[in-house]
């Protein structure tokens, strides 16, 4: 017994198969491609993200360097009034992070 093929089923075989391979191959480059990126790509983003780190921290140096730039005397009634300890406090904090930031 033989197994006629007709031109139709060829058409439908060679079809499908070209999908398979068209995607097949497409998967392989995207995968080459995002493996493999150049060394120039990854050193400019890190100089892009040192260089947003730094802005940040000069930000945070300049609001530090503000708040600090007056100082607060401790009061010598605390209960007398409690918001000149909270603002004498805050300055403490404030002091503490412009030696933590070296600003």
């Known amino acids: ?58 930000q945070w140096c300049d609001a530090i360097n503000l708040l600090t730039v007056h100082p607060v005397s401790k009061p010598s009634n605390p209960a007398a009034n409690p918001s000149r300890v909270e603002g004498y406090e805050f300055y403490q904090a404030f002091t503490v992070l412009h030696r933590k930031f070296r600003c």
């Not at 079809?15 to 060394?39: E, K, P």
């Open 1 to 58: 017994m033989k197994i006629r093929i007709g031109k139709r089923t060829w058409s439908v075989v060679f079809i499908v198969g070209s999908i398979f391979l068209v995607g097949g191959g497409n998967l392989v480059w995207t995968g080459y491609a995002v493996n493999n990126r150049t060394s120039e790509v990854k050193v400019a983003e890190q100089q892009a993200i040192a260089t947003a780190v730094a802005r940040s921290n000069h």
